[in-house]
């Protein structure tokens, strides 16, 4: 859903308790007003928006990942850091944990729906889906979307069905990103691509069986032999 910047009235009108007496998911705004922090009794706080550090001081740990609103960036290699200021949190007497970037729509709700598919067991979807039933405009970008799907694979498994399979505009703004395939070997499934993330390589895993060839299957098969033709951009 592509909306601009809101307002700051705006934005309070979305809701923010995604698991309930525990976690919130807002923006900005009202992470830095100690009169919410206080009536929701917040005790924790994490900030993923480089813009956007925590300034209310609170009884339990507040972390703030300075990172960029993009499809590149690696949000996965934190996780765990996340995760543990929220376990803190659960802890802690009375213990409620906040995070938000700048409006709680792309990078925060990547955290959020990945805690739930490790504390929750849920899916990608059954995540994703619980999450925009509190905060209608969440909207992770394509390179956050396949994070998640690799996360999703972490826990359940390599051999498990993806929940949320990649569409054809995701696999088409994947490859523009430079996603290419690791060797000819790799494509008869194909299985594992290749993609670069702030000079780093992470693996976007896509199974496709021989009985489910869905739109965005062939897709990712026949862009990705057409980009095994060309050399990767370094």
Known sequence: ????????EQYLQFGAEIIPGFLFLTSQFEAKDPAFL?????????SVAEESPPVVPLPGKSLHLALRDSPRTDVRSHFDEVF??????????????LIHCYEGKNRSAVFVIAYCMREEKMTLKAAFEHVKAVRSFVDPNVGFMKQLRDYEMELLGEDSAVSLPLSPEDCRDLLDMELYPVSKHHLKGPKYMLDRYEGRTLFIHTPVTSKEKKPEARCQQAEAYKASNQTPTP
């Open 84 to 97: 543990a200021v929220f376990d803190a949190a659960k802890r802690f007497k009375k213990g409620r944990a």
């Open 1 to 8: 859903m592509a909306l601009g910047r809101l307002s700051e």
């Open 38 to 46: 206080k009536e929701h009794g917040i005790t924790h706080l994490v």
